[in-house]
Every structure is written in structure tokens, then in C-alpha cells.
T-cell receptor
């Protein structure tokens, strides 16, 4: 069965610093992986997705994620944090048995001025 | 496209009352998902539909919850009777047949408070 684990429920960075949000997955078959972002009082928005075409995936707002099969990881990064990046970020994996998506517990990103 | 539209945005009701949450998916999307988000349990899939037919309702917590999709442009999630522990944000999401690959489009959610 597929699952995702997000390391760290809260991450705090200074404006301009590197953002690194960690995600590890468990899957017996090549997975489809996603990162979603949720701003306060809004729904989730797809940030980027991995579908086996390329291991380094670029998304919106300058975010990118690298699929590392050997580490079963799909960490999200951004070189320079902006105040507007403050939000909650969810890593997710598609369930190969159907069309369900399994979400991680989320990581809340705080950006300090 | 206006995106996935949910109504109401906020609902406050008394314990024991019936609550109906509504969702209009993106036109052309044939998959519709209902999720519940709480601090304690995170995002939980309640049920999903394909072409208006319920495919997996294993996440529906109990018989007090029911969901319908009478046509391709409308779905409801009903709780009867409601209880304080049902307080959460309920999200509707839709996708096309490539949901597994393309991901979902979420609505803005309905924040339900049962007092």
C-alpha cells in the first residue's frame, strides 16, 4: 500500500533563505507523486507532480522537487523564500489500486522577515 | 472555468440537525472526491465518484454520512444527525480520467461547526 511521510510538521525559514520540505514515500510500484499548497482559508492547489518523465520537477512559484528512487524521497525546495510562501504544504501519492490520492500530514512553512 | 465551487463556505449548526454540503465540479471532469480535513486526522478521503457513480465509500465514517451525485455537475454530502465531532473543513475535488497522473482541483471548502 502507498503512503507518504512528511518530516516536520512546522518549518521556519528567513526570507531569502533556502526552503526544504521533506517527503518520503512508500510504494511497491513506481509512484505518481505530488506536492500541493494550501493557503489560509483556501483549498489545496497543485504545486507540481512527478509522473516518471523527469526526476527533477519544476512547479509554480519557483518550487521544484527531485524524485530519488534510492532514497524513496520527493523533497520540495525553493532557493529563496518569500513571505508569500507561508502556507501549508502537502506531499501526496496516487494509489495504484484506483484513483485515490493519499496525502501526508502536511508541513506548515513560516517565513520570517 | 470557475473551478470547483462549494457551498456554503461556512456552516454553523446545532447538534442533531441535518447538514447538506454542495459541490459543483469542473465541467468535463468525471471524477469527484469528498475529503474531510481536521487538525487531528489531516486530510481523509470520504468517498469518490466516477461518472456520477460512487466507486469507493470506505472512508465514510458512519451511516450518518451520505453522498450523492445526481448528475455530472452537482454532488451533495449530507450528515444526519450532525454531531460536534463532525466539525471540520470539508473539501470537494474533481479531476478528469487522468486523475492519477494530473492530480486534483480542489474547491475552497466548507467549514462546518456543530455546536
Amino acid at each position: 500500500a502507498q503512503s507518504v511521510t512528511q518530516l516536520g510538521s512546522h518549518v521556519s525559514v528567513s526570507e531569502g533563505a533556502l526552503v526544504l520540505l521533506r517527503c518520503n514515500y512508500s510504494s511497491s510500484v513506481p509512484p505518481y507523486l505530488f506536492w500541493y499548497v494550501q493557503y489560509p482559508n483556501q483549498g489545496l492547489q497543485l504545486l507540481l507532480k512527478y509522473t516518471s518523465a523527469a526526476t527533477l520537477v519544476k512547479g509554480i512559484n519557483g518550487f521544484e522537487a527531485e524524485f530519488k528512487k534510492s532514497e524513496t524521497s520527493f523533497h520540495l525546495t525553493k532557493p529563496s523564500a518569500h513571505m508569500s510562501d507561508a502556507a501549508e504544504y502537502f506531499c501526496a501519492v496516487s494509489h495504484t489500486g484506483g484513483f485515490k490520492t493519499i496525502f501526508g500530514a502536511g508541513t506548515r512553512l513560516f517565513v520570517k522577515a | 472555468d470557475a473551478g470547483v465551487i462549494q457551498s456554503p463556505r461556512h456552516e454553523v449548526t446545532e447538534m442533531g440537525q441535518e447538514v447538506t454540503l454542495r459541490c459543483k465540479p469542473i465541467s468535463g471532469h468525471d471524477y469527484l472526491f469528498w475529503y474531510r480535513q481536521t487538525m487531528m486526522r489531516g486530510l481523509e478521503l470520504l468517498i469518490y465518484f466516477n461518472n456520477n457513480v460512487p466507486i469507493d465509500d470506505s472512508g465514510m465514517p458512519e451511516d450518518r454520512f451520505s453522498a450523492k451525485m445526481p448528475n455530472a455537475s452537482f454532488s451533495t454530502l449530507k450528515i444526519q444527525p450532525s454531531e460536534p465531532r463532525d466539525s471540520a473543513v470539508y473539501f470537494c475535488a474533481s479531476s478528469n480520467a487522468q486523475a492519477r497522473v494530473n492530480g486534483y482541483t480542489f474547491g475552497s471548502g466548507t467549514r462546518l461547526t456543530v455546536v
